[in-house]
């Protein structure tokens, strides 16, 4: 059972952003610290990526563990009311993340994909840090076209 009013949970919902999101904020800021350059939220690339490196061939999505339903995460909780919608929704971003991954795949691009639960949560600049260390490293040898970062929730 819900324990806010539909007018409540509708309004907190509606102020969850989908662009410009703290992990989002934090990942671009020390990437840009380190010298690389990319476009955000290029609404050109199938699936509007959170960060666009065309020089790397490179596209980097941050998901947050809710939307994105993350298996096994301890940030991703089934929402106990409206079961129904949630299962659409969830199934939807699903496979919509899974047909922008195949596209980018079919291109010879590659992509990074950072999970919510890899810089949330205690000692939080290390972590990003630590994010930052593996995308650059991961940008600067082209050998794998997929990266999957993850935390301890996942």
């Not at 969850?16 to 050109?44: H, M, N, Q, V, W």
């Not at 922008?100 to 999970?115: K, L, M």
């Not at 810089?119 to 994010?131: L, P």
Request: proline share 5%; aromatic share 14%.
């Amino acid at each position: 059972m819900d324990t806010l009013s539909p007018e409540d949970r509708h309004r907190n919902m509606a102020l969850i952003r989908s662009k410009d999101t703290k992990p989002e904020k934090k990942i671009r800021s020390a990437l840009f610290r380190a010298g690389f350059r990319y476009r955000i939220c290029d609404r050109r690339y199938p699936g509007t990526p959170d960060l666009v490196f065309p020089r790397y061939y490179a596209v980097v999505f941050i998901n947050g563990c809710f939307w994105h339903a993350h298996e096994n995460c301890r940030y991703f909780v089934f929402p106990k009311s409206n079961r129904e919608f949630w299962q659409k929704k969830f199934t939807a971003n699903r496979e919509r993340d899974e047909r922008t991954i195949r596209f980018y795949q079919e291109q010879c691009w590659r992509i990074c994909i950072v999970w919510e639960c890899a810089i949330r949560g205690k000692h939080g600049r290390a972590k990003i840090e630590h994010v930052t260390n593996q995308i650059i490293a991961w940008l600067e040898t082209a050998e794998e076209p997929l990266l999957v970062i993850t935390g301890q929730g996942g």
